[in-house]
T-cell receptor
Framework: DTEVTQTPKHLVMGMTNKKSLKCEQH?????MYWYKQKAKKPPELMFV???????INESVPSRFSPECPNSSLLNLHLHALQPEDSALYLC?????????????FGPGTRLTVT | TQLLEQSPQFLSIQEGENLTVYCNSS?????LQWYRQEPGEGPVLLVT?????EVKKLKRLTFQFGDARKDSSLHITAAQPGDTGLYLC?????????FGTGTRLKVLA
């Protein structure tokens, strides 16, 4: 099973709202990722968690707050977003360590900020 | 900064035609992945190539890793409308994936 699930599929929120995106995997992967993807562009890395600890923050604004409650779950808490934050948000997971490891992506959450 | 350049950026072809997409860099990679992404969906892993000169086939798709492990190509034989999508190459550094610039393919019936 190489499935990564994400909820919700679509989300519309106002600039004063607080919402959360959820991601789950059951492949035993110990690295999980959040990406942001704008139309017709490659995904851009936002955060990396390794063994439930934040290992990379690509200078993401504090209105995005990641959380990794356990090795299977990854959340992205959203607060006071701007219209330019509208995008497809992708979660991915992979093994950790040396050697070849592949990232598996979820279907994404289409976020619209009004 | 390591960059992955893909060409062409956009390709529109008729059903049944053949095509090749290229992924190039000045850096040497230990491995390289190819993904296909449909609109509004997440990227789906197609293949990983590891050895210089390696060729892998996935039905009508043929992937090749350059001998020097700096470039890769994806060849599609007899393209079908279902092949339409964004094709991305990527390599994995420590904890980070670097994606190519992407090739948007449209196959017309």
């Amino acid at each position: 099973d190489t499935e990564v699930t994400q909820t919700p599929k679509h989300l519309v929120m106002g600039m004063t709202n607080k919402k959360s995106l959820k991601c789950e995997q059951h492949m035993g992967h110990r690295a999980m990722y959040w990406y942001k993807q704008k139309a017709k562009k490659p995904p851009e890395l936002m955060f990396v968690y390794s063994y439930e600890k934040l290992s990379i923050n690509e200078s993401v604004p504090s209105r995005f707050s990641p959380e990794c409650p356990n090795s299977s779950l990854l959340n992205l808490h959203l607060h006071a977003l701007q219209p330019e934050d509208s995008a497809l948000y992708l979660c991915a997971s992979s093994q950790v360590g040396t050697g070849v490891y592949e990232q598996y992506f979820g279907p994404g959450t289409r976020l619209t900020v009004t | 900064t390591q960059l992955l350049e893909q060409s062409p950026q956009f390709l529109s072809i008729q059903e049944g035609e053949n095509l090749t997409v290229y992924c190039n860099s000045s850096s040497v990679f230990s491995s390289l992945q190819w993904y296909r992404q449909e609109p509004g969906e997440g990227p789906v892993l197609l293949v990983t190539v590891v050895t210089g000169g390696e060729v892998k086939k996935l039905k009508r798709l043929t992937f090749q890793f350059g001998d020097a492990r700096k470039d890769s190509s994806l060849h599609i034989t007899a393209a079908q409308p279902g092949d339409t999508g964004l094709y991305l190459c990527a390599f994995s550094g420590t904890y980070k994936y670097i994606f190519g610039t992407g090739t948007r393919l449209k196959v017309l019936a």
